[in-house]
Structure formats: structure tokens, C-alpha cells
């Protein structure tokens, strides 16, 4: 798959849960169908009836999806750099991910690790290009 035919394939896969839930709106089933997805957010956020249309959420998903894809790589790469910059932070981050790492890895949260959470949050702060 490459970029091109990626999105196209996305939208050919989605077209039809699409088209299922727009007609259960306008049947007024919707709520007894209710879903906490992207499909509904985007229906939802739809204020003009002429945005209510299978080409308009598909293509408001793909741009999601499409826009996401690059905020971890950016910010990971973004973290990085300051890490080279600032090689003090480097010890500190690192005793405190073993210090939790050492009991069970997945038991945690964010607020399990208040250091690496503020300098990830810098990061993105000093790198505008990830909001």
C-alpha cells in the first residue's frame, strides 16, 4: 500500500459504517444507537445538514488519521533533540523510568512518572509544530 492508495482504501473500508450510521440518523434511530467513536464525534460536529454527508466525514477522518500518524514520530524526535541539548536531564529521566520500571511496567500512569511527563510536555511546548 503506498500513500496514495492508502487513504483510498480507508475510505473504501469506512464508506459503509458511514453510509449505516448517517441513514440511522435520519430514520431517527440514532438514539438507541449512540457510539463514543470518531464517526459520531464527527457526525455529531456537523452543525449544517450538507456536512452530514458520506464524503464530507470520510474525508474528515481521513485528515485525522492522516494528522496523527506524525505527532508521536514528531515529538519522540522533538524529545531527542532536547536530549542532546540538555544531556543533564538524561539521569534523572532515566532513574526515575527504572525506579518505576522496576515493579510492573504496565501498572502505571502518567502521573507515575512526573518528570519525564513535564519534560515531554517543554518539549512540546518549545516545539509549536506539534499542536
Given at each position: 500500500?503506498?500513500?496514495?492508495?492508502?487513504?483510498?482504501?480507508?475510505?473504501?473500508?469506512?464508506?459503509?459504517?458511514?453510509?449505516?450510521?448517517?441513514k440511522e440518523l435520519e430514520s431517527l434511530e440514532?438514539?438507541?444507537?449512540?457510539?463514543?467513536?470518531?464517526?459520531?464525534?464527527?457526525?455529531?460536529?456537523?452543525?449544517?445538514?450538507?456536512?452530514?454527508?458520506?464524503?464530507?466525514?470520510?474525508?474528515?477522518?481521513?485528515?485525522?488519521?492522516?494528522?496523527?500518524?506524525?505527532?508521536?514520530?514528531?515529538?519522540?524526535?522533538?524529545?531527542?533533540h532536547s536530549l542532546c541539548k540538555h544531556p543533564?536531564?538524561?539521569?534523572?529521566?532515566?532513574?526515575?523510568?527504572?525506579?518505576?520500571?522496576?515493579?510492573?511496567?504496565?501498572?502505571?500512569?502518567?502521573?507515575?512518572?512526573?518528570?519525564?511527563?513535564?519534560?515531554?510536555?517543554?518539549?512540546?511546548?518549545?516545539?509549536?509544530?506539534?499542536?
Amino acid at each position: 500500500m503506498n500513500l496514495t492508495s492508502g487513504p483510498r482504501q480507508f475510505r473504501a473500508f469506512l464508506r459503509p459504517y458511514i453510509h449505516k450510521r448517517l441513514k440511522e440518523l435520519e430514520s431517527l434511530e440514532r438514539e438507541s444507537t449512540l457510539r463514543d467513536d470518531c464517526i459520531d464525534w464527527i457526525i455529531e460536529l456537523s452543525a449544517k445538514v450538507n456536512q452530514r454527508h458520506e464524503t464530507y466525514v470520510l474525508n474528515s477522518i481521513v485528515g485525522l488519521m492522516l494528522a496523527s500518524f506524525f505527532q508521536m514520530p514528531m515529538l519522540i524526535t522533538f524529545a531527542l533533540h532536547s536530549l542532546c541539548k540538555h544531556p543533564e536531564y538524561i539521569k534523572p529521566l532515566r532513574e526515575e523510568v527504572e525506579k518505576m520500571t522496576e515493579k510492573d511496567v504496565y501498572a502505571h500512569d502518567k502521573e507515575s512518572f512526573p518528570r519525564l511527563d513535564s519534560f515531554l510536555k517543554e518539549t512540546a511546548r518549545l516545539n509549536p509544530l506539534l499542536t
